[in-house]
């Protein structure tokens, strides 16, 4: 009876056991799986920047990685694929000091898009580009594609292979597929050459000329008061940027001496330096393009080189129905397309500002006209400006509607307040005469002359 009673015990000890481990390893495999479809979630998480636009339309809504950290703020409208993948491993003591224990692997996606080359791929994103230029369909061939096109999206990805670990610093995907295609074209009668550059159209605010314009007009945090198109002042009204490099240079210098300055902060404080000194020099001796008041567009840096293209060039603008005639006034990054003066995007959209720009799309056409730059250069004539782009249109087969017509909208600067001339004093009659109240027989001038003193006898 006792042995019984034992083998009892003992039966219902083992069961529990088994039961008791049983619960324990079922719960471990039910947490192991939550926690997996936690961290490897079944589809992947998109998250989009989105770009800012004068008119907004309705987008269905985004998840976004919530947390301590925002992950969105770290990518530029790039669809994020993110998944944990763990493998098993030794002891975290072991596992700590191996650096391929605990690896990210950052590998960037990127199509690089093929330029359009015909007409009828212009038509696709700007419908009444073949009606406003009606010659166009002559000039387009395949083998028009610009070999900018491919650097242009060349230097892009070079960019992203250097910027990979700066997340924060890449591309948007915006930015990144800003040019539809870049086009050489020439007119098979006039000979007359164009170069084509279908984009969207960013904001330049630059610019400053207190010649014309003593108010500064900067807006933007990335405001310069300079643009590449410059002519010598003609004026000795300073510049009004003039006094805040001034300042700057005044803080870097000091700065700079401080002996408690750190290395490398000094180093950068004597580039610093070295920019605003030139900064000043450039501000007192020359006058610059307004981007407010003044129709310029902005060009990358490498297409002059590649297809002509410079500073002072005659330009087009077209956007729907509507040509605009402009200058080349800047320069801009190698890997950044479209981008015109505030006066042409307010024009064409009266919501732009510096960080807002009037057309997000890849429907804005730009035709450059290399080699028409007129030099030296000076203050802008629209007048002449209007004259010498219906001409350059009339060589390449003309346009069906006018040219918009720019006015200029720089006030005229105050009159200066003549300085009163001081009226002449009688001089004493001799023997008692009346006073000399005409005009003296001797030579006048513009200005009043002091009398010469008589000479001793």
């Given at each position: 009876m006792r042995k019984f009673r034992l083998r009892t015990l003992r039966f219902f000890a083992f069961i529990l056991l088994a039961a008791v481990l049983t619960a324990i390893v079922l719960r471990w495999i039910s947490l192991e799986q939550w926690h997996r479809t936690q961290l490897a979630p079944e589809t992947p998480i998109e998250i989009e920047v989105p770009e800012k636009t004068p008119?907004?339309?309705?987008?269905?809504?985004?998840?976004v990685i919530t947390g301590k950290?925002?992950?969105?703020?770290?990518?530029?409208?790039?669809?994020?694929?993110?998944?944990?993948?763990?493998?098993?491993?030794?002891?975290?003591?072991?596992?700590?000091?191996?650096?391929?224990?605990?690896?990210?692997?950052?590998?960037?996606?990127?199509?690089?898009?093929?330029?359009?080359?015909?007409?009828?791929?212009?038509?696709?994103?700007?419908p009444d580009l073949p009606r406003l230029l009606p010659a166009l369909a002559t000039m387009v061939t395949p083998e028009s594609v610009s070999p900018f096109f491919k650097e242009l999206y060349d230097t892009k990805l070079r960019n992203l292979k250097e910027n990979l670990v700066r997340l924060d610093q890449l591309l948007s995907r915006h930015n990144f597929f800003d040019c539809q295609t870049v086009l050489n074209l020439r007119h098979p009668e006039s000979k007359r050459r164009a170069v084509l550059l279908q984009a969207d159209m960013d904001v330049d605010a630059d610019g400053s000329d207190s010649d014309r314009l003593p108010a500064g007009s900067g807006q933007s945090a990335n405001f310069k008061p300079v643009t590449s198109y410059r002519w010598p002042k003609?004026?000795?009204?300073?510049?009004?940027?003039?006094?805040?490099?001034?300042?700057?240079?005044?803080?870097?210098?000091?700065?700079?001496?401080?002996?408690?300055?750190?290395?490398?902060?000094?180093?950068?404080?004597?580039?610093?330096?070295?920019?605003?000194?030139?900064?000043?020099?450039?501000?007192?001796?020359?006058?610059?393009?307004?981007?407010?008041?003044?129709?310029?567009?902005?060009?990358?840096?490498?297409?002059?080189?590649?297809d002509g293209g410079k500073v002072g060039d005659y330009a087009l603008v077209i956007f729907g129905d509507r040509i605009f005639p402009a200058i080349v006034g800047d320069i801009g990054p190698p890997d950044k397309a479209g981008e015109a003066s505030l006066r042409i995007a307010k024009e064409i959209n009266p919501l732009a500002t510096p960080n807002n720009r009037p057309v997000s799309d890849l429907k804005v056409t730009y035709l450059i006209f290399p080699g028409t730059a007129e030099t030296p250069f000076a203050p802008p004539d629209l007048e002449k400006l209007q004259a010498r782009s219906d001409a350059l249109v009339k060589e390449i087969g003309g346009a069906t509607v006018p040219l918009h017509h720019w006015e200029n909208i720089i006030p005229p600067l105050?009159?200066?307040?003549?300085?009163p001339t001081p009226s002449p004093t009688p001089a004493p009659s001799p023997s008692g005469s009346p006073p000399v109240t005409g005009p003296s027989p001797?030579?006048?001038?513009?200005?009043?002359?002091?009398?010469?003193?008589?000479?001793?006898?």
């Open positions: 008119t907004p339309a309705p987008s269905p809504r985004i998840p950290l925002d992950t969105a703020r770290l990518f530029s409208g790039i669809t994020v694929h993110a998944a944990v993948e763990p493998t098993p491993g030794g002891a975290a003591s072991d596992e700590r000091v191996d650096p391929q224990s605990y690896v990210l692997e950052l590998k960037l996606h990127a199509r690089v898009p093929t330029p359009n080359s015909t007409v009828d791929e212009l038509a696709k994103v700007s003609k004026s000795q009204i300073p510049n009004s940027y003039l006094g805040p490099a001034e300042e700057r240079l005044k803080r870097y210098e000091s700065e700079l001496a401080v002996k408690t300055t750190a290395p490398d902060r000094k180093k950068e404080l004597k580039g610093a330096i070295a920019a605003v000194r030139d900064e000043i020099e450039t501000l007192k001796k020359f006058s610059f393009l307004i981007g407010a008041t003044d129709p310029y567009i902005v060009l990358p840096s490498g297409l002059g080189k590649a105050p009159s200066p307040t003549p300085t001797t030579s006048t001038f513009a200005f009043p002359v002091a009398s010469p003193t008589p000479l001793p006898k």
